[in-house]
């Protein structure tokens, strides 16, 4: 999974990224799981009010396996928990279809407001590492396959400071072994995420 980030400034508004983000060709499908224009109009003018730099935080999640019913909102949960987010203003899903209307690959924009209901800006401290540490969760929550590249380390002693011994160890004998995949590893993932059933509100307000 590869978690990414870019801040809109203020001055820039809403208009180029919700294009981005409806824009369509030949080959990709795209659905509004939740917000409106609207929620996004008015955290730009919030931002302004506040002289703030920066009105959105555009964060995409890529998987690089299909999600399974509730795994997308366990992802919005843990990023809210690491950078203190108030709820996403606009989420939508992106699908690569090849010929015939198989999915090929997934991926989902998820828009929140810089400027927080506590009067607080959204954090950007170690944005990078941070968004590695939740990929990594996640695979081993979702049982995917492991990401290992030059972070990893890294993401091992994120983990263990943050008190994820278990996790940290999975992740470091995937390094050593050069082996990736989790289920001997984590055998219980599959069994523990599918009983989650957590949804979407229309307005995002959050995931029950």
């Known amino acids: ?23 369509t060709d030949d080959n990709e499908q795209v659905s509004i799981l939740c917000g409106t ?36 909102a366990w992802l919005q949960k843990m990023f809210g928990e690491e950078f203190k987010a108030d709820g996403p203003l606009f989420v ?11 999915v090929v690959a997934e991926h989902y924009h998820f828009i929140y407001a810089e400027a927080l209901g506590n009067g607080l800006v959204l954090d950007s401290r170690f944005s990078k590492r941070r968004h590695e540490k939740i990929a990594r969760l996640a695979e081993m929550e979702f049982g995917h ?10 993401v091992i002693h994120a983990l263990e400071t943050n008190g994820k011994a278990r996790h940290a160890d ?18 219980s993932t599959r069994r523990r995420n599918a009983v989650q059933d957590s949804r979407f509100s229309q307005r995002c307000e959050q995931i029950s």
């Open 1 to 23: 999974m590869i978690i990414k980030a870019t801040r809109i400034r203020t001055g820039s508004g809403h208009g180029k990224l919700l294009r981005h983000l409806l824009k």
């Open 145 to 154: 396959t492991l990401t290992l590249g030059k972070g990893t380390q890294a």
């Open 37 to 72: 224009e609207h929620d996004l109009i008015e955290a730009v003018k919030d931002a302004h009010a506040r002289h703030n730099t920066h009105a959105l935080r555009h964060v995409i999640f890529s998987p690089d396996e299909p999600l399974e019913e509730g795994q997308l």
């Open 92 to 102: 939508v899903r992106h699908d690569k279809i090849r010929a015939g209307g198989k």
């Open 170 to 187: 999975v992740l470091r004998a995937a390094t050593y072994e050069n082996d990736r995949t989790l289920l001997s590893l984590m055998p």
